[in-house]
């Protein structure tokens, strides 16, 4: 933007200062003569006659007296306030580019949630102290798996919902894993969604699921049920997960009765990757949580929606 | 023998520590396990064990919640966490033992090999009170840090120190009352902890507290004056750094 600018104004100072140059070391009105006369030279030759020709005119009413000072004047603080123009644009450039580009990494990094990857390796030791040799080794393929992935998408801002639902379906194989089957879960595709082309950025279901297994799944003492949804709304999809736990209104009492030390981190960290996007990708993701006994009293547990654009990967 | 209460909600978790404590610390003796803070309450009442292995969430409270419904804690404690987060910044300046998830067999190892045989009730309750005052209010910083000397627990506000000097393996400690004490711990150590407190690495030897420095003299030698006037070296490759530091204060 700033290089166009820096151009339109170096430009627009010829512009000013050539005629003027030329016009100012030829001030004796023969060099306006000497002007016109090519002009009428050209006239004659040209179709539009009668315009050319009045072209001398012109240039004779309104050169001014004393063009020389004033033109340079002209001309040196419009290229002066151009340039100081341009390189102001340029460093904010520079800055707004910098700040991106933090923001970018920052949103890799938060891909990778270091809760899950902790817990991950803890359950995998266990397994190991506890020498079962078998289910460590499968927790660690499928740990591999997810890790694989999450690698894979991090180098793209966004992931088709097929790779998005793979990624997701290995989360929740490793969270029933160390949960010890404390819940089943499923995952919903519309059947409208182009799978392999559409992509969302990656991995925002994963603080929710975690919140979900955690706050909502972890208090109830029946076996769980996470279903998570992808759908298709307008130029949205919406990708919700769905809990039959205690439902955020409880969870948020505990927490609160517990001294509230331990909000959620999970939610910290979904509502800084959605402020990260807007702010490096212009995406704008809605985000709602819904308690579920607040729309129907027979029901429990948590609703969580988001509207997240979609882009063709 | 050492007796031992594990206290963690997953049961994995406690088998796990079960598991490597036979292996590697066979001078422990398992006389229980806990898998919630009410539970732990009474098991540690009932078996009195010397020391605590103890995870800081569980479903009815934490681990401090658990230290707090002792009037005395009479046992060692040793904590176990999988996170790196704002608790275990507390645990440094409290001076508190502990272990992070996935355990380290040698961490367990040397944690248990410190386990010394007499407790100090009070400089136990130094340090859960002061764990305490900087967990309490997890948003702003640690207030208060625990220096152990050779003979004593001194805790002292982080605000009051004004500046810290590395003597070889120890640090010395000079605070605005004009008092000094010698810590067995590196220079380094305390640098890491209390960058995030306004302190400044001004020179291999010294950390200043920020709040303290009148003015950074810079002939014929660069050198940080301090509030009494007194005078601290000041690395010259260091110069930049501690005048953009000076400036965001």
Request: contains cysteine; glycine residues 4%.
């Amino acid at each position: 933007m700033s290089t166009k600018r820096l151009i339109i104004g170096l430009t627009l100072t010829l512009f000013v200062a050539i005629p003027s140059f030329v016009s100012g070391s030829n001030m004796a009105s023969d060099s306006i003569q000497h002007q016109a006369a090519p002009c009428s030279e050209l006239a004659s030759r040209g179709k539009n006659e009668a315009w050319i020709v009045s072209r001398p005119d012109f240039f004779v009413i309104h050169i001014p007296k004393k063009p020389l000072p004033v033109a340079i004047a002209i001309a040196t603080t419009l290229f002066l306030g151009i340039l100081v123009l341009s390189v102001y644009g340029r460093t904010k450039q520079i800055k707004y580019k910098t700040r991106n580009m933090e923001l970018e990494q920052q949103l890799l990094i938060s891909q990778m949630n270091p809760h899950f990857v902790f817990n991950s390796l803890t359950a995998i030791q266990s397994y190991i102290f506890r020498k079962d040799p078998h289910q460590a080794g499968k927790y660690l393929a499928s740990f591999a798996k997810l890790v694989r992935l999450i690698l894979e998408n991090s180098r793209s801002e966004i992931a088709t919902i097929d790779k998005e639902v793979k990624t997701l379906e290995y989360y929740l194989e490793l969270q029933s894993m160390r949960f010890e089957d404390k819940f089943d879960y499923e995952i919903v595709v519309d059947s409208e969604i182009f799978r392999d082309e559409m992509g969302i950025p990656p991995m925002l279901a994963q603080p929710l699921i975690e919140n979900a297994i955690e706050h909502g799944i972890s208090h109830i003492q029946e076996k769980g049920l996470i279903t998570i949804r992808f759908s298709l709304q307008g130029k949205n999809i919406i990708l919700e997960v769905e809990d039959n736990g205690i439902g955020i209104n409880e969870s948020i009492r505990i927490q609160k009765e517990k001294g509230k030390k331990y909000q959620s981190l999970a939610t910290n960290i979904t509502t800084e990757r959605l402020k990260k996007l807007r702010q490096a990708k212009g995406y704008k993701i809605d985000l709602t949580i819904i308690d579920k006994s607040e729309r129907n009293s027979n029901e429990r547990g948590t609703l969580v929606k988001l509207a997240i654009p979609y882009k063709y990967a | 023998m050492i007796n031992a209460v594990i206290v963690d909600d997953e049961s994995k978790a406690r088998q796990t520590i079960e598991e490597m404590l036979k292996t590697y610390c066979p001078q422990v003796s398992i006389v229980g396990q806990a898998d919630s803070v009410e539970n732990a309450f009474e098991i540690i009442n009932h078996t009195k064990p010397d020391v605590v292995f103890l995870d800081i969430r569980m479903p009815d409270g934490t681990g401090f919640d658990l230290l707090k419904r002792f009037e005395s804690v009479w046992f060692h404690f040793v904590i176990i966490t999988a996170f790196e987060d704002y608790a275990v910044a507390a645990f440094k300046y409290s001076a508190i033992d502990y272990i992070l998830k996935p355990i380290d067999p040698s961490d367990l190892y040397a944690a248990v090999e410190k386990l010394s045989r007499t407790i100090n009730l009070e400089e136990n309750k130094k340090k859960i009170d002061t764990l305490l005052s900087n967990v309490d209010n997890p948003n702003s910083k640690p207030n208060k840090i625990v220096l152990k000397t050779s003979d004593n627990i001194h805790v002292v506000d982080i605000q009051n120190i004004v500046r810290c000097e590395s003597q070889n393996n120890y640090t010395q400690f000079f605070f605005e009352s004009g008092k000094s004490i010698l810590i067995s711990k590196t220079l380094k150590e305390f640098d890491d902890m209390l960058a995030a407190s306004g302190f400044i690495r001004v020179h291999q030897s010294h950390l200043v507290n920020k709040r303290f420095v009148k003015q950074l003299k810079r002939f014929p030698q660069l050198k940080l004056i301090m509030f009494d006037d007194s005078e601290i070296p000041v690395a010259v490759r260091k110069k930049d750094y501690i005048i953009e530091q000076m400036e965001g204060r």
